[in-house]
């Protein structure tokens, strides 16, 4: 069955501008090889053709009785449009050709594998796939050689496309991100809760009262210690006002009132350059102090929040120093330098 189409509409839609013919089959040129790589073909049976392969057939039909020929650019795009715009339904596979026809996936197996292709003979190239595919009849329709050169491997992780384990090591960490602070913290003396408790706040994944309230769990967002902005980590651990008063009455003692903080900035983007303002030798100090004035806040935050317990600025002064002892007394000792300071000036108090 195949439905007619205008001649001249067809010429038109094809690009024979010139109005020559084109004579013979845009993929049958194509594939005797004479005019580049195959692009398309027609199947021989014209049943369920569709409306776009009648309309080029009746063009091709219709120019050839004018006994024009057609130029090469006219074959090469009528022949590329019947290639990109025809797939193949699969059916009894009689109708559709092996190679040519766009009846998998990948389109035509003639551009996926054009290697392959290029050794199959010209009648294993018009093959039906039913014809090609009973008793694997396409291989026996390799008569060339698949190629003249060896196999290489590549590896894609080298500019120089050879094997070595640090590139596959980089490959493991492609799109990974920087968590300023990550490193700072697991070279701090502290408890090793305490250390996933601040590493949880740098990835800001600690139940504050404004993640709280972005989940549904409240509808007041703000801070249980200060009650006067919302309760982020940011603010919690270095913008609340308690919690700054706190980190003066520590600093003050030991002479490093410049490193308090002056309010709520991201806590790895912060901790890194105060402690860089240190010496060397003091540095690890204050990595542990800085966690320990983050644990404290957060244990009085949840002691307001959950046991209606409120701690005084001094009392949570003298808490933080007992925590700092006890840090000491369990191996960590950096403190053990600023904590007879803090004693002296919280028994005073
Ligand atoms: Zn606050």
């Known amino acids: 069955m195949a439905v007619e189409a205008p001649q001249g509409a067809a010429a038109v839609a094809f690009g024979s501008s010139s109005g020559r013919a084109v004579g013979s089959r ?3 040129s194509l594939l005797d090889g004479s005019h580049g790589s195959p692009v398309g073909s027609w199947p021989r ?3 369920g053709i569709t409306i776009l392969q009648s309309v080029i057939q009746s063009w091709e039909e219709g120019t050839a009785q004018l006994g024009l020929s057609p130029s090469k650019a006219e074959k090469t795009v009528a022949a590329g449009m019947a290639a990109v715009s025809m797939t193949v339904i699969l059916g009894n596979g009689c109708s559709s050709r092996l190679w040519t026809d766009s009846w998998a ?6 551009h996926f594998e054009p290697n392959l292709f290029a050794a199959i003979s010209n009648a294993g190239r018009r093959r039906s796939v039913k014809d090609g595919l009973f008793q694997n009849r396409w291989a026996r329709d390799i008569v060339g050689a698949l190629t003249t050169h060896a196999d290489r491997f590549t590896w894609k992780w080298s500019a120089d496309g050879k094997y070595s384990a640090s590139s596959t090591y980089r490959a493991f960490f492609a799109g990974l991100t920087v968590l300023l602070g990550a490193k700072e913290l697991w070279k701090t003396k502290a408890a090793p809760r305490v250390k996933f408790f601040l590493w949880l706040a740098l990835h800001r994944r600690l139940w504050t009262a404004d993640r709280c309230k972005q989940h549904g769990h409240q509808d007041d967002d703000a801070c ?4 006067q902005a919302a309760e982020t980590s940011d603010h919690l651990f270095l913008g609340c006002v308690i919690t700054r008063e706190l980190w003066f009455s520590l600093l003050a003692p030991v002479g490093l009132t410049a490193l308090v903080p002056e309010g709520a900035e991201d806590i790895g983007p912060w901790w890194r350059p105060q402690r860089q303002r240190l010496d060397h030798d003091a540095r690890p100090s204050f990595d542990s102090l800085m966690l320990l004035i983050s644990w404290s806040i957060w244990k009085e935050r949840n002691n307001r929040t959950f046991s209606r ?3 005084g600025t001094q009392e949570l002064l003298r808490n933080v120093v007992r925590e700092a002892e006890d840090w000491v007394q369990a191996g960590f000792e950096t403190l053990a330098v600023v904590c007879p ?3 002296c000036n919280t028994v005073v108090m």
């Open 26 to 28: 845009p993929s049958e």
């Open 224 to 227: 249980f210690v200060c009650g």
């Open 45 to 47: 049976n014209l049943a």
């Open 309 to 311: 317990a409120v701690a």
């Open 341 to 343: 300071i803090w004693s």
């Open 105 to 110: 996936p990948v389109g035509p197996l003639c």
